[in-house]
């Protein structure tokens, strides 16, 4: 099992250092650069320009540039924004990781708060009239937009009963409260759409495993329907549930950058989307890279969970 | 062959009775306003009892309903009309405290030993859960000796207990079933197909196993099978079911050797014999057709459509069950007005 982590985080390495390079490859492929859309109408000469971009690297070719970034990484130095201040990446990344990772840690939990329950009853109680609404419900669910859900609840809760806040974002350092409370209504608006989708997974997943004959052993064992539901059969029913939830947690991760704005969180998805319009190349570089290591741990994660849950998966 | 050796040791008193059992699964159409279209009669009438220490054999084609009366004795569902007398209680009706004790005394063994095995569970959590969930062992060293146990009387190692069902072959599985079976020593054993999914060596083994059991713990067996030599062997009376109905019942050795009703006769003739120069000689009896639906069966005997004897009262009426010898129950007009 360490063995094969070891050997997964090599594989990870590589998947990020080639994310990495198309990333650096790509931004400077699109039209555009980042003096021109920094000194847009500051009517500044083209001999600013070309000071600028000689203090920025940007004049040297490709491959220097290229050379320079990837020693630079591996260092840990993402570099430094070009814009203003010139922040280094590493601390935008700091300050903004975190808002992302509380929102889709968050919008998860409330996932799965509404999808277990709801998929499991539907699959007990099959073509029932609970199952019949939930079915509903889950379409419904999964055909409001999200950033639209998260509109609809500033409305309600914040604008009109004003029991929370409609925007911003409190670090859990300033407590516990103040961090939640800013972030309940974002993760409920996340959180729901995903709770559908794992939902119908559970569903299916569970009548699957409802109709193996040691369900059947089970019951003739004298087991109560609590014991034969959790330990008999849900466990069972996880493989594919756990592979839906680690996608839809790595998408999380850059997925919700809409609902982000709605409710002006300035997480990754937010300082993505600003780096790739200035065409702040060391902020877009850094991002991504970073969404890239979340996604490949996440996938990692979902992997060594398989072989806990199910004891016929054994890694080499 | 005939090795039915505790034959002298079946009680009078049956152990378990079953009256008019029927069951019937609604046919439905439409998502919200559900209408019954039909019924599937999967059981449609079916009365037998089973005597203390005996072994009843219920044979019959797939789809016939066998699987589905081992379910309603089980438990696992619940008929949609007749009663099932367990031990002079009747089963359908019982209480929570009740059906703790039925499940004591009642155990299955089922078709297929891949998937009636929990995989995430080790054998000694398959053979070990039902003495503690009925509180006959909680004590952790204790449990694990029981189980021991458990596995050496059915012929397993008792290492095994620390593995998993997908580390064992399908004859393991299949022991393994017959612990957890076993592990609150019931009176009575529903073993469903309990072979069919073996290889035939590993059938002849497991076969042996049961009858060693039923011998050492006087258990009672209904064995639900189609393979009609291994019924024989274990069993000692038959019961032939076609479409939900009950066609002939007797001892295993008059419904082999004299069957009466025409679908036992052709059910026989379709084994072949082992030697050519009999199996030339003797006589053939193709059924015509196809089994009708169970949906919409046929008015009268649910067999006069496919059988070369039918009269005309065939069909017209359900054929009641006669007896027309001491112990030996057939439904079939034609074989009543010969008797």
């Known amino acids: 099992m360490t063995r094969y982590i070891a050997k997964r985080l090599l594989g990870a390495l590589v998947v990020m250092w080639a994310v990495a390079t198309l990333v650096f490859i790509m931004l400077r492929a699109v039209p555009g650069d980042p003096l021109e859309a920094m000194l847009f109408d500051s009517g500044a000469g083209p001999e600013t320009i070309a000071v600028l971009r000689a203090k920025y690297g940007l004049d040297d070719p490709l491959y220097i540039q290229y050379g320079k970034y990837f020693v630079n990484v591996v260092q840990g130095d993402l570099g430094s924004s070009i814009y203003g201040s010139r922040v280094p990446v590493t601390q935008i990344i700091t300050e903004s990781l975190p808002r992302t990772l509380s929102l889709a840690g968050l919008s998860f939990i409330v996932a799965l708060v509404i999808a277990i329950p709801a998929g499991l009853i539907s699959a007990i109680k099959r073509h029932s009239w609970y199952d019949h609404g939930f079915t509903f419900f889950a379409f419904l669910g999964l055909s409001m937009p999200d950033f639209w859900v998260g509109i609809l609840l500033i409305i309600v809760f914040a604008a009109n009963l004003q029991w929370l806040p409609a925007i911003g974002y409190q670090p859990l350092s300033e407590g516990f409260w103040p961090w939640f409370k800013h972030l309940i209504l974002p993760s409920i608006a996340v959180g729901t759409a995903f709770s559908a989708i794992v939902a119908r997974m559970i569903r299916s997943s569970m009548l699957e495993v409802l109709k193996m004959d040691y369900m059947n052993v089970a019951r003739s064992k004298g087991l109560l329907e609590p014991r034969l539901v959790m330990v008999h059969a849900f466990p069972n029913a996880l493989i594919p549930v756990v592979t839906v939830m680690g996608i839809a947690f790595a998408l999380l991760m850059a997925g919700a950058v809409v609902v982000e704005n709605v409710f002006a969180i300035k997480g990754l998805g937010r300082v993505l989307i600003q780096g790739i319009l200035n065409r702040d190349y060391p902020v877009v570089q850094g991002a991504i890279l970073v969404v890239s290591a979340i996604f490949v741990l996440t996938n990692l994660v979902v992997d060594v969970l398989y072989a806990v849950i199910d004891p016929r998966i054994r890694f080499e | 062959m005939q090795t039915r050796s505790n034959e002298s040791s079946i009680g009078a008193a049956p152990l378990l009775d079953v009256r008019d059992l029927k069951k019937h699964f609604p046919v439905t159409r439409g998502f919200l306003l559900q209408r019954e279209i039909g019924r599937v009669k999967a059981v449609d009438g079916v009365s037998f009892h089973i005597a203390r220490g005996e072994t009843l054999g219920l044979v019959g084609e797939s789809g016939c309903g066998k699987t589905t009366i081992g379910r309603c004795i089980l438990k696992l569902m619940d008929p949609t009309d007749g009663s099932i007398v367990f031990d002079g209680e009747d089963v359908t009706s019982l209480d929570r405290q009740g059906m703790r004790a039925f499940r004591r005394r009642v155990q299955a063994i089922f078709q297929d030993p891949y998937s009636s095995l929990n995989p995430r569970m080790k054998v000694h959590e398959i053979v070990g859960e039902p003495l503690w969930i009925h509180g006959e062992e909680r004590n952790g060293a204790a449990l694990a000796r029981r189980v021991a146990e458990l596995l050496e009387v059915c012929g397993l190692p008792r290492q095994l207990a620390d593995r998993y069902p997908h580390e064992m072959s399908g004859g393991q599985r299949q022991r ?10 019931p009176d009575f054993i529903v073993c469903d197909e309990a072979v069919s999914a073996l290889d035939v060596s590993i059938q002849a083994q497991i076969i042996n ?13 209904l064995f639900i099978g189609h393979d009609l030599s291994v019924v024989r062997h274990l069993c000692h009376r038959v019961a032939v079911m076609y479409l939900g109905r009950l066609v002939e019942l007797a001892d295993a050795d008059t419904v082999f050797d004299s069957p009466l009703h025409p679908y036992t006769r052709a059910l026989l003739a379709a084994v072949p014999v082992p030697d050519p120069a009999i199996e030339k000689r003797r006589p053939h009896e193709v059924l015509a057709g196809e089994v ?20 005309d009262s065939c069909r017209a009426e359900t054929p009641a069950l006669t007896e027309p010898h001491p112990g030996h129950v057939v439904a079939c007009p034609v074989v009543a007005a010969k008797a």
């Open chain 2, 176 to 185: 393994v079933g017959i612990a957890r079976a076993l592990a609150l020593k």
């Open chain 2, 209 to 221: 196993l049961l009858e060693d059991l039923r011998d050492e713990f006087g258990l009672t067996y």
């Open chain 2, 292 to 311: 009708p639906s169970p949906m919409n069966p046929p008015r009268g005997c649910v067999f006069h459509p496919r059988c070369s004897h039918a009269i």
